[in-house]
């Protein structure tokens, strides 16, 4: 294996430069655009019911197991909501051996881990009118009253599969493909110029 | 556009979704004694009723799961979402279940063990 001191971490979108719209008369809001690089991300399929599992994403990430279409984060980790017994793990980077190495030396019966760190991007949004700039490419209802603050879904953006999370009201979340987040940068500056955007690289 | 309820994420658009096809067609068991053409039953032979159908979908672009869906071709409602695995409840789908022209073929009844072997009790 190459050391990282040789081969230096290059992150999906170390490619793509930053991007600056000026904010037009009128606008509800400038966008920010940052890009959230090197972050671990685990996979876990594991039953919602597991008790002892849960205890240890507890101890682990602050937060058990989220229901349907919830995220929970806590600092640096958060545990995300993918399916009936299916979640997403994300940490700091370099994270990840340890999670992995506590949940599988735990004997937590039928639960499997997966790295997939470097196949996703992930993108911060914040800004007032991100919820109305990320409903132009997203069917999901993103109403402030319903796409609450710890909401997160798989969904499509543009044509591009995505994980959608808010992080707040007016900040979000979106984690894609590492191939699809140049697409998912120009998609959502592009959507982003009638109110003014910055897109910042890591 | 259809908005389809997942049984896991709730009403999702119908672009996240890929349909499977017709549901409820059994595998005829390996020591079957039927025709090649009776075979074809199971292995190309499609329903294409109009009116209620019951189909596979999945939710591809969210969770990734498969259910089963009733469906009315003609109107497109969804008059039934229930798990794979499982048989419709309602009485449309149910009626749609028992008349489907599957229920007489060859293939579906090689799919099912004898009734000498019973208790073993593959199910379809
Ligand atoms: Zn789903």
Not at chain 1, 3 to 29: E, M, T
Not at chain 1, 50 to 78: C, E, F, W, Y
Not at chain 2, 4 to 21: K, L, M, S, V, Y
Not at chain 2, 45 to 59: A, T, Y
Request: glycine content about 8%; some cysteine; proline content about 5%.
């Amino acid at each position: 294996m190459v050391s990282s001191a040789v081969l230096p971490g290059r992150s999906a979108l170390s490619q793509v430069a930053a991007i600056q719209h000026p904010v037009p008369k009128g606008s509800a809001g400038k966008i920010t655009i940052k890009e959230a690089p090197f972050h671990d991300l685990i996979n876990l399929r594991c039953q919602p019911d597991n008790k002892m599992a849960n205890a240890l994403i507890k101890k682990l990430t602050s937060h058990s197991l989220p229901s349907a279409n919830q995220a929970a984060q806590a600092g640096d980790r958060a545990v995300i909501w993918l399916g009936p017994d299916e979640w997403l793990i994300m940490a700091e980077a370099g994270a990840a051996n340890t999670i992995m190495a506590n949940i599988e030396t735990a004997n937590l019966g039928h639960v499997a881990t997966t790295e997939v760190s470097n196949a996703y991007g992930i993108l911060t949004v914040n800004g007032k009118p991100s919820r109305q700039m990320l409903a132009k490419h997203c069917a999901i209802d993103l109403d402030a009253g319903v796409f609450t603050s710890g909401t997160a879904v798989q969904t499509i953006m543009g044509h591009a599969g995505i994980i959608l999370i808010a992080t707040d009201e007016n900040s979000f979340t979106v984690i894609g493909r590492s191939s699809f987040m140049p697409y998912l940068v120009a998609l959502l500056t592009d959507a982003s110029i009638e109110y003014g955007v910055e897109y910042r690289p890591a | 556009m259809l908005l389809i309820d997942c049984p896991h994420c709730g009403a999702r658009d119908e672009t996240e979704f890929a349909c499977g096809g017709e549901a409820h067609i059994a595998r005829p068991l390996a020591e079957n004694t039927i025709s090649d053409a009776e075979f074809a039953e199971y292995l190309f032979w499609r329903d294409n009723p109009k009116g209620v159908f019951l189909e596979r979908w999945c939710h591809t672009a969210g969770c990734r799961r498969w259910f089963n869906a009733a469906r009315d071709t003609v109107t497109h409602e969804f008059i039934e979402i229930y798990a794979m695995g499982s048989l419709p409840k309602s009485k449309a789908a149910k009626d749609a279940y028992a008349s489907a022209w599957r229920r007489q073929t060859a293939s579906e009844k090689a799919a099912k063990p004898a009734q000498k072997t019973s208790g073993k009790g593959a199910k379809s």
